[in-house]
């Protein structure tokens, strides 16, 4: 049971933590074929961000990691953008025989996103949830302000998806790119896809929004809501102040936070492997405080993530989500200023963007007579599909950026 | 605006707190023709009753309500089991002009389940929710032990859904009561019907299951795990010891779970209303700690539930959620025993239970050759179509009674 429990833990964490992660996936052949793509975490620095809220930040800093080779005219660019646990590790390996990047199923030489042609790059986001993993680098709540020498807290701006974009965009330019033929990345990263698409029309000529939605409504918003709550109850919070000597992190209220997007990501495919099964040596028919095989799997996989997050960071990303397409009037003003080509890419069974948001999405950009095209990604994974299972697109990919 | 909130906060309560609660709907046109239906609150009493899981409750009451008259045979009564965060107040009104129960618009003279023809029996629940509302009468948590003169807390003994339908056998018997011509309830308690059917079949004629499933399976043993955590979270949860003077209940925890239940059962469509509207006065763009609309309506809504709630009982109803059909080896298992004829009502935007489930229990009694069709309530309230707009159903109901 202990080497059960061992595997599972791993097996949750190849679906958060890309930087541990194999995507092992069924229909990725061409990942033993071609040759280990090794790829190098790097870090960009900027200074005097203003951001779409009014605050300064005075420095800040973002990792990411490219590959492939950027062409004369600065036209040959690829922008990968992470999903809410990830950052910027979407291909290769940090070294031979490490745990490859989550996307790197498509993306290397060869592969549908062929580093032969293109120069890609993918970057962490501001505020990244991972603040605490030493392969990470992002600016937020847990960073020391410059002003005051001591963390943020709460005292770091609100920053949404469209600052993502514009920090992307300044480690872009600094890289000598002038245009992105392809902008794509899974749920966050959909968001910024299609932030990118609506705010640089100009710089991107392909769009391919994976596992995301046109909007976060009040349904949505009040989801987002729901996933960070357990944090703000946890008594260590503190208002955010518990970076301090002596003082403990929320680990308890960012595991639960965890816990509920663990769960709200995968869909009952994928628990079917547990169940009715109580965890060990318990009984919850007669004892109320025992547990089910699933609640301590999702405890154990949380608790693992929790140690590398930081909680203000959730509260920051999850605000960041709430705020996607915020300074445009409605999803259909934002998509019009698109001059993209789209691939979309839901999963069918998605519960934390149900299809229909996609396929809305998919409408409006028709009715606005803009190339796109939708295929379904299919599987247990639910929302998750499209980051372990993204494979499954590859033909689908391969065509898009062939046209 | 506040008349806005009040307003809303009536519309939220409209949904959860049948007592409160006018089904209104704007397809339920013989609710204005028919005369009021007066019902008035009982409250039936048992004792030495052994828990499935080998417990023994020394004495026990549930509260009931009832319409129409047994005939001599006894088997013209109809069994409506109520939904998680509900009670038996599911037709008529207390006291004319008062709010009916929450599936007035099916059940009363000449209504779809005619208490002219049939006896309708509606009981509360062991552990109900509503522990600290005057109108509901239930043993559990909250109750005195008479062991030991205080409340049980968490030594009450775990309870499953096959708990409620016992103590329900025992109240019918009560009243004479031989045969049902008709078990039917929304949600939790279409996970009773279900139960009665496996447990009692040659007591159960037909079973009308709406918004419910065939099976809890680990995705679902996990969800309502992540319902309840908040309240295991809460610092005045003391291990379910809070009902000494003095001592604050968990009100904090509870609302969140309420929180959580609340958005849950509803959908994108429901959500609209409130589109990405800021809270009054606060500026989420700017403010980490600002709100938008429907956050705030949420917290509202589930506070005031939270009043008339108890902690404990929640985690009592979760756990019997859990235990549903957990004395058969499986849902086929468990369906093979039925000899109902059944009308499955699932909401096809059910986000708590997924349509598939419903989907699923039906395929698998068409396997087993049982009589049964299923009928798809529609529109933007997810889960709450069952319970606020279960009116849509009215003439495949009528059709299901007539045969």
Redesign the interface.
């Known amino acids: 049971m202990i080497t059960r429990r061992i595997l599972l833990t791993a097996t949750a964490l190849s679906s958060l933590l890309p930087r541990h992660a194999p995507a092992q996936t069924a229909t990725a052949p061409t990942a033993a074929a071609a040759p280990e793509l090794l790829v190098e975490k790097k870090v960009f620095e900027f200074a005097n961000y203003r951001t779409?809220?009014?605050?300064n930040l005075a420095t800040g800093r973002i990792g990411y990691q490219t590959a492939g080779t950027l062409n004369a005219a600065g036209d040959n660019a690829v922008l990968i953008e992470h999903f809410f646990t990830g950052n910027s590790h979407a291909f290769g390996r940090y070294a031979a025989g490490e745990a490859p990047g989550y996307w790197d199923a498509i993306i290397g030489p060869g592969k549908p996103i062929d580093t032969n042609r293109f120069f890609v790059v993918a970057s962490d986001c501001l505020a990244n949830l991972n603040a605490r993993d030493a392969r990470t680098t992002t600016t937020g709540p847990a960073s020391v302000n410059p002003a005051t020498g001591r963390p943020y807290g709460?005292d770091?701006?609100?920053v949404?998806i469209r600052d993502f974009v514009e920090v992307q965009k300044l480690l872009l330019e600094s890289l000598g790119v002038k245009k992105l033929a392809l902008v794509a990345g899974g749920s966050m990263g959909a968001l910024q896809t299609v932030e990118w698409a609506a705010a640089y029309p100009d710089w991107v000529e392909r769009a391919m929004p994976a596992i995301g939605t046109g909007e976060?409504?009040?349904?949505?918003?009040?989801?987002l809501?729901?996933w960070e709550?357990?944090i703000r109850?946890?008594?260590n919070w503190r208002n955010g102040d518990y970076y301090a000597q002596g003082r403990q992190p929320p680990l308890?209220?960012l595991t639960?936070a965890l816990?509920?997007v663990t769960?709200h990501s995968?869909?009952?495919g994928?628990?079917?492997?547990?169940?009715?099964r109580p965890a060990e040596g318990q009984d919850?028919?007669?004892?109320?405080?025992d547990?089910?095989?699933?609640?301590q799997w999702?405890e154990d996989a949380a608790a693992a993530r929790a140690r590398v997050s930081d909680a203000n960071s959730f509260?920051?990303l999850t605000?960041a989500n709430?705020?996607f397409l915020?300074e445009y009037d409605g999803t259909e003003a934002a998509l019009s200023r698109s001059r993209a080509r789209w691939l979309v890419l839901p999963s069918a069974k998605d519960?934390v963007f149900?299809v229909?948001y996609a396929q809305e999405m998919t409408d409006t950009l028709r009715r606005l007579n803009q190339p796109v095209e939708m295929v379904e990604l299919k599987g247990p994974q639910g929302h998750l599909e499209g980051v372990v299972d993204i494979a499954q697109a590859s033909d689908a990919i391969r065509a898009f950026l062939a046209r």
Chains 1, 2 share one sequence.
């Not at 976060?216 to 918003?221: F, M, Q, R």
């Not at 919850?284 to 405080?289: A, E, F, K, L, N």
């Open positions: 779409r809220g009014g605050a709460m770091f701006p609100v949404s976060i409504d009040a349904w949505l918003l009040g989801w809501d729901i709550a357990p109850m946890d008594p308890q209220g639960e816990r509920i769960l995968r869909d009952r994928w628990a079917r492997e547990f169940g009715r919850p028919t007669r004892r109320i405080g547990r089910f095989a699933v609640e999702l509260l920051y605000r709430q705020l915020n519960r149900p229909e």
